[in-house]
């Protein structure tokens, strides 16, 4: 029981995708789910959360106007969209669940294993 990412895939530079972020097998109380990226030889860093029942939505500096996050009406699917993507744009993305609202990881206790995207020509 778990939160599951996927999606991943390569693409082109300048193209558009979308990632989605399961919930059905989650089974655990959540108020937020984050989304998050992992760059190869970087840190995880944070892109986006939003929240379960408003749909209430936070992005860092590098996803504002570019990779807009949203939810299915039932709340079961978390989609992140990618769009205008550089090379650098090339993680592994995470969706995490989070009790309160915050773009801090350390407030996420609950991991999906990540989804690979690839920009490259």
């Known amino acids: 029981v778990q939160l599951q990412a996927f999606g991943g895939g390569l693409v082109q530079p300048g193209g558009f995708w979308i990632l989605s972020c399961s919930t059905s097998?989650?089974?655990?109380?959540?108020?937020?789910i984050g989304w998050f990226r992992q760059a190869p030889t970087k840190g995880r860093e944070a892109v986006a959360y939003?929240?379960?029942?408003?749909?209430?939505?936070y992005y860092t500096d590098s996803a504002k106007d570019r990779f807009p996050v949203s939810r299915d009406a039932a709340g079961t699917t978390v989609y992140l969209q990618l769009a205008s993507l550089k090379p650098e744009a090339t993680a592994r993305y995470y969706c995490?669940?989070?009790?309160?609202?915050?773009?801090?990881?350390?407030?996420?206790?609950?991991w999906g294993q990540g989804t690979l995207v690839t920009v490259s020509s």
């Open positions: 995490a669940a989070s009790n309160i609202m915050s773009i801090n990881e350390d407030d996420y206790h609950y």
């Open positions: 097998g989650f089974t655990l109380d959540y108020f937020a």
């Open positions: 939003i929240t379960k029942s408003a749909g209430r939505t």
